[in-house]
């Protein structure tokens, strides 16, 4: 168990540019979950997989959002032409059913 | 559409001293999650409580879940300072979305 791994772990870039992260989850997990936290608050769910399906997506996450997980395996958030109000940490987790979550240790996004 | 608040979200609290964070949520879910977070840190699981009437205690932490009331507590005994973290409680609303209260900030005074 090599725990859930994220790059990069801070990514700075200025508005209106394209950014990706990854994840790779714990390797038995099939549940991958994205979050996004900002200071003072608790994690927002943004999508969720379950092996290569994505099944579930917050309303709140616009189009220039979107994610995937190929072959079940690790996964990708892309965020489009991004904006100030996108910057926050963003935390990719996995489980097994109804287990707790292991969480990665984020992605730091800073919007000049 | 499911809410999960917690109170208080600020707590400071000297050593040795018992107190009880609050979980409250809007609609039906029998899944209920406790992490801590330290500063800077990624979330760490402390427990998860599955059914009603569920108890689980780990050193000074004790979890309970009260699904006809929606409501969970997270009780803390003879608090010590390696406490000092926030707690946030997250609730299965049933469809693969799981919600995260606010958190409560917990600081233990020396």
């Known amino acids: 168990d090599t725990g859930v791994s994220q790059d990069p772990r801070h990514k700075i870039t200025k508005r209106g540019q394209n950014v990706t992260f990854r994840c790779d989850p714990i390797s038995e997990h099939n549940r991958l979950y994205w979050y996004r936290q900002t200071l003072g608050q608790g994690p927002e769910f943004l999508t969720y997989f379950q092996n290569e399906a994505q099944l579930e997506k917050s309303r709140l996450l616009s189009d220039r959002f979107s994610a995937e997980r190929p072959k079940g395996s690790f996964s990708t958030l892309e965020i489009q032409r991004t904006e100030q109000g996108d910057s926050a940490m963003y935390l990719c987790?996995?489980?097994?059913?109804?287990?707790?979550?292991?969480f990665g240790d984020g992605t730091r996004l800073s919007i000049l | 559409e499911l809410k999960v608040e917690q109170n208080p979200l600020f707590l400071s609290m000297q050593e040795g001293k018992n107190y009880t964070i609050y979980c409250n949520y809007s609609t039906t879910s029998d899944r209920l999650y406790w992490y801590r977070q330290d500063p800077g840190k990624s979330l760490e699981s402390l427990f998860v409580l599955l059914s009603n009437g569920a108890v689980k205690q780990e050193g000074r932490l004790m979890a309970s879940l009260d699904t006809k009331a929606r409501l969970s507590t997270l009780h803390i005994t003879a608090a010590v300072h390696d406490l000092s973290a926030t707690y946030f409680c997250?609730?299965?609303?049933?469809?693969?979305?799981?919600?995260f209260g606010t958190g409560t900030r917990l600081k233990v005074l020396a």
């Open positions: 997250a609730v299965d609303s049933g469809t693969y979305k799981y919600i």
């Open positions: 987790a996995s489980s097994l059913a109804y287990q707790p979550q292991h």
